[in-house]
């Protein structure tokens, strides 16, 4: 199994600036995809960027120009910085990651999620 686990949520002022990370662990052979994906309150959960293997990133339009989304290979972990936040933007985030064990079985695997709140 794979177990996600992200860090670097919190409460901050609208314009300022946070950076999430979530870190992969087990039998990992290959990831190919990684993303972040948010669900505010009464609303449906959506992705905020993705990063797959050989291309380049995906935003949603509401964050392009504001977050940006990076790979550690080697650590196995995803990056969201995100800058100018809005109050919009409050909502828990949860990472994503598709690949493959060592043991040839494929996964799919999120985190706990993290909460962000960007209120004045």
């Known amino acids: 199994q794979v177990q996600l686990v992200e860090t670097g949520g919190g409460s901050v002022q609208p314009g300022e600036s946070l950076r999430l990370s979530c870190v992969a662990s087990?039998?990992?052979?290959?990831?190919?995809?990684m993303g972040w994906s948010r669900q505010a309150p009464g609303k449906q959960r959506e992705s905020v960027a993705v990063i797959r293997s050989g291309t380049i990133p995906n935003y949603t339009d509401s964050v392009k120009g504001r977050f940006t989304i990076s790979i550690d290979n080697a650590k196995n972990t995803v990056y969201l910085q995100m800058n100018r936040l809005k109050p919009e933007d409050t909502a828990v985030y949860y990472c994503?990651?598709?690949?493959?064990?060592?043991?040839?079985?494929?996964?799919?695997?999120w985190g706990q999620g993290t909460q962000v709140t960007v209120s004045s």
């Open positions: 087990g039998n990992i052979f290959s990831i190919v995809t």
């Open positions: 994503d990651m598709v690949g493959r064990l060592r043991t040839g079985l494929d996964f799919d695997s």
